[in-house]
């Protein structure tokens, strides 16, 4: 069975800092993988995602992710934070086995961001 | 632009009822998901369709049920309310399709306390 790992549970940074959340996943194949991003009150908004052919993937908001199939992970970064990023991330692994099966996604547990004036 | 619609954003429910919360998309997607999100377990997939009277069981289906009867409107049933079931709910849309669609949309998603 998939599964995602995001280590830190919560995360501190000072504005104007760079940022690193981590994710690491386990799946038998070739993985589909997301980073989302969800503000308080709010829902799920789509950073970025990988499915294939360049391993660094750059999404909205500044963000990149890193695919390191060596070492099963999909790192968010960020070069310099900005108060507004505090937030919490979540990263997923979507299946692709069949037509049906396309969209559905495992989650990790979350990375809750503060960011520090 | 995209827009995926729960009809509540809270919601207060006595042990024991039957709850429904609604979802609408108006993007003509084939999937949709119901997802509960509980602090440090992240989401987890309740139930998905990809189609119209069509529902696949995802990882925690227990005690719930879901009704699809029209394309854009995918409700989860809370048959008999318990508190074990207080947490958030998220509905969410995308498209069935080749993989690169295979982008998940999310509601707001509605905070249940079931007392």
């Known amino acids: 069975a998939q599964s995602v790992t995001q280590p830190d549970i919560h995360i501190t940074v000072s504005e104007g800092a760079s940022l690193e959340l981590r994710c690491n996943y386990s799946y038998g194949a070739t993985p589909y993988l997301f980073w989302y991003v969800q503000s308080p009150g709010q829902g799920l908004q789509l950073l970025l995602k990988y499915f294939s052919g360049d391993t660094l993937v750059q999404g909205i908001k500044g963000f990149e992710a890193e695919f390191k199939r060596s070492q099963s992970s999909f790192n968010l970064r960020k070069p310099s934070v900005h108060w507004s990023d505090a937030a919490e991330y979540f990263c997923?692994?979507?299946?692709?086995?069949?037509?049906?099966?396309?969209?559905?996604?495992?989650f990790g547990q979350g990375t809750i961001l503060t960011v520090h004036p | 632009d995209v827009k995926v619609t729960q009809s509540s954003r809270y919601l207060v429910k006595r042990t024991g009822e039957k709850v429904f919360l609604e979802c609408v998309q108006d993007?003509?997607?084939?999937?949709m998901f119901w997802y509960r999100q509980d602090p440090g377990l992240g989401l987890r997939l309740i139930y998905f369709s990809y189609d119209v009277k069509m529902k696949e069981k995802g990882d925690i289906p227990e005690g719930y049920s879901v009704s699809r009867e029209k394309k854009e409107r995918f409700s989860l049933i809370l048959e008999s309310a318990s508190t074990n079931q207080t947490s958030m709910y998220l509905c969410?849309?995308?498209?069935?399709?080749?993989?690169?669609?295979?982008?998940?949309?999310f509601g707001q998603g509605t905070r249940l306390t079931v007392v």
């Open positions: 997923a692994v979507g299946k692709g086995a069949g037509g049906t099966s396309y969209g559905k996604l495992t």
């Open positions: 993007m003509d997607h084939e999937n």
């Open positions: 969410a849309s995308s498209l069935l399709g080749d993989r690169t669609n295979t982008e998940a949309f």
